[in-house]
C-alpha cells in the first residue's frame, strides 16, 4: 500500500506526540562535556555482545550509533534495525554516537563517515545482526539460568518469556550471566513479514532534545578553563598572511592570543566577542598568490572554449556520429550550472582537549576518521590516542566532510595550551568553503522523421566532482558522453548528492527539449524510452499518476517532470508552478516518488524528500557563488538567501513498496527538483531556461 504523507500535519501531530509520550529517555553525546549529569547510581554489569549494543543490569539498553546524525534521521533508522531483532520497544532505548575505531567503519565508503546515503545500506545486516546476536544470547542465558530447553524460550518487550508463558526476566536481569556466554558464530535475523518495527513511520527519537534544548551540538561543548578561537582568513584562496597587527588585537580586553597557523591568523580570547573584535584589529596584509584574478566571467569562458574539442569517453553505445548525421530534426543546447555553498545553519566548529598523552576532540563531524587522522597527524600523538566526540550535527550536506575545522583548532590548541573552541562564522563559511563545483555542458539530439530518439551527445566540463553522476536510463541507440576535467582552482567538495545535483538539470531538462521538439508528451516521451519493468519507470508513473498529469491547470502554471537515479534510489518527481501577470515565478506543489527499496522508517524517508524539496528549490531558484578578484562576493544570507516558509510549496510523498534491499535516502530526494521545475517553466511560458540559478522573475 502507497503511503502518503502531509508535512505540516504529520509534523505537529508527532511533535506533539513525542513530547507528551517521550519516546527518548536519554540521547547522550558519548563523552561530550555538554552531556547531562546524572545523579550516581549502584554499580551495574553491562553486557557488550558486540560495538553496538549495550545491555546493563539496571535495565538500560543503549545502541552506539556510528553514523553522525545532521537532521536525516539516522539515529533513529539506525536504532529501529537494532531494536527490531533485539526485540525490545523503541522507547526502552538510549542512544550514543560512537567514537572513531576501525570497527565503525563505514563498509561502504572504506572509512568511518556519514556521507553518500550510505548509513541504513551499511548498516541493513551489520545492526540487525548485532540485535539478534544480543538477543539469542539473552535467550540462552535465560536458558540456562531456568535449565530449560532454548528451543521453548523466547523474546519479547525487552524480556526473555519462559516455554510454560508465565515466567519472565528482564535483559537487565541476564546481562550478567549473558556477559559470561561466548557469542554466537552466526545468528538467523528475522523474517521480514514479522517485522514490527521496521517499515512503521517512527517519531525521531532525538526530537524531543531538539525542542527541549538539551541536545548537544558541537557549539554547545563547554569545557573547564575552554578559550575561544576565531581566524582570520585570506579573501583569495591559497593566499598567505604577509602581516598582521597582533598589538592592536591584544587590546581588546579579553584577547589572550595571537597564533599564526595554516590557514592564517587565529585571534584567542575569552569569549567569541571579544575573540571577533580582535580579529577585525589584526589590519592583515595578504599575499593573494596565483589566484587573485579569478572571477566567475573567465571561469565561464574557459569553461566554454574547452567544451569546442573533444573529451575523454565516459561512455559510448552505438555510433553517436552516423546517428546525428541521419537524424531528421537535430537540436543542440548549452547547460550552466553555478559554483554552490553549503550554507550549514550551524556554522563550523571544533572543541580540543590536547594533553601529553592524549586528546580529545568534539566535533560535529560527518568524518570521524579523517577527524582523527589529521589531529594525529598535527599533534604526532598515536591515532589511538586521538579521542573523536562526535555531537550533534546542525546540517552537513557534505560539508564536514572535509576536516579544515578540525585542523585549525588542533593547532590553536598546541600553540595555546588550553582547551579552545574554534569558530567560524556564516561569513566566514560562505567565503571559505568547499563548493560544489560548476561545470558546462554542451548536448546535440538527434530524432528521426517520427520524433524518436536516434542519437545523443553529452560533452560536461568542470572540476571532476562535477563530471559524475550522469544517469540516462533511456533507450537511445546512439549515446556518446564526453568530458573534460578542468578545475580553476576554487576548493571543492562533496555537496548533497554531488555530480547528480547538477547533471539530473541537465540530462532531464534536455530530455524534455527532445520531447516537446518531436510533439510529444514530456512524460509520456520518456515513458517510451524506459523497460516496462524499470525502476525509473515505476517512480515515474507514480509521480504522474499522484500529481493528475495531463489534467489541465490554469493558464500562466505548468506542470514539469523529472527522474533520476543515484546512491541506491530511483526518485520522479513533478513541479507545479504559476508565474504572476509581472513574471514573478512560485512553485506552487511538488509530487516526489521514490523507490528506496525496504523502507527502514517511512516517516524519515518522507522527511527527508521534503527537506531535500526545499534544499534543491533554495538552489534551483537563488543558489550562486560568484568570484570577483578572487574573492567570492556572498558574504551572508542576505546575498545568499536560504527559501522561506513563505515561499515552500506543498509536497506530496509516496513510496513504492518493495523488498529489495535498502537504497540511500538522504541525496536521491535532490537532483529531480532543479529540471521539474525548469520544465514546468517551460510548459507555463514557453521559456526553456538553460542556467541555473533560474531566479524567482521570468522576464
Known sequence: MLREFDATRRSFLKIGAALGGGLLLGVRVAGGAAAAVKPPQAKTTTFAPNAWVRIGSDDSITVIIDRSEMGQGVLTSLAMLVAEELEVPLEKLRTEFAP????????????????????????????REAGATAREMLIAAAAQKWQVARDGCRAEAGAVIHPDGQQRLSYGALADRAARLPAPQAVKLKDPEKF????????????PAK????????????????????VARCPVFGGTVKSFDAKAARQVSGVRRVVTIDSGVAVVADNFWSASRGRERLNPSWDEGALAGLDSAAIRRRFAQVADQPGSEQRAVGDVAKGLAAAA???????ETPYLAHAAMEPMNCTVLLGKDRCDVWAPTQAQTAAQVETARLTGLPQDAVHIHTTFVGCGFGRRLNQDFVSEAVQVAKAIDRPVQLLWTI?????????????????QGGLNAKGRMRAWRQRIVGPRMALGGVDIPYAIPNLRIEQHEVDPGVPSGPWRSVGASQNAFIVESFIDELAHAAGADPYEFRRGLLGKTSRHRGVLELAAHQAGWGSPLPKHQGRGIAVYFCFGSWVAEVAEMELSPQGDLRVR?????????????PDGVAAQMEGAVAFALTAALRGEITLADGRVMQTNFNDYPLLTMAEMPAVEVHIMPSDQPPGGVGEPGVPPLAPAVGNAIFAASGKRLRRLPFGTRIV
Request: charged share 20%; with cysteine; aromatic share 6%.
Open 100 to 127: 572513531a575505531a576501525p570497527v565503525y567503519v563505514n563498509k561502504l565508503s572504506g572509512v568511518q563517515s556519514t556521507g553518500g546515503s550510505t548509513s541504513i545500506r551499511n548498516g541493513w545486516e551489520a545492526l
Open 427 to 443: 561569513s566566514d563559511d560562505l567565503q571559505h568553503d568547499h563548493y560544489r563545483p560548476a561545470n558546462l555542458t554542451r548536448l
Open 589 to 601: 506543489r511538488v509530487v516526489v516518488a521514490i523507490d528506496c527499496g525496504r523502507t527502514v522508517n
Open 329 to 335: 530534426h537535430r537540436i543542440e543546447a548549452e547547460y
Open 211 to 230: 525542542v527541549n534544548g538539551s541536545a548537544s551540538f558541537g557549539i554547545d561543548v563547554r569545557l573547564p578553563g575552554m578559550l575561544t578561537a576565531v
Open 196 to 207: 514490527s518495527i521496521i517499515g512503521k513511520p517512527t517519531t525521531g527519537l532525538d526530537i
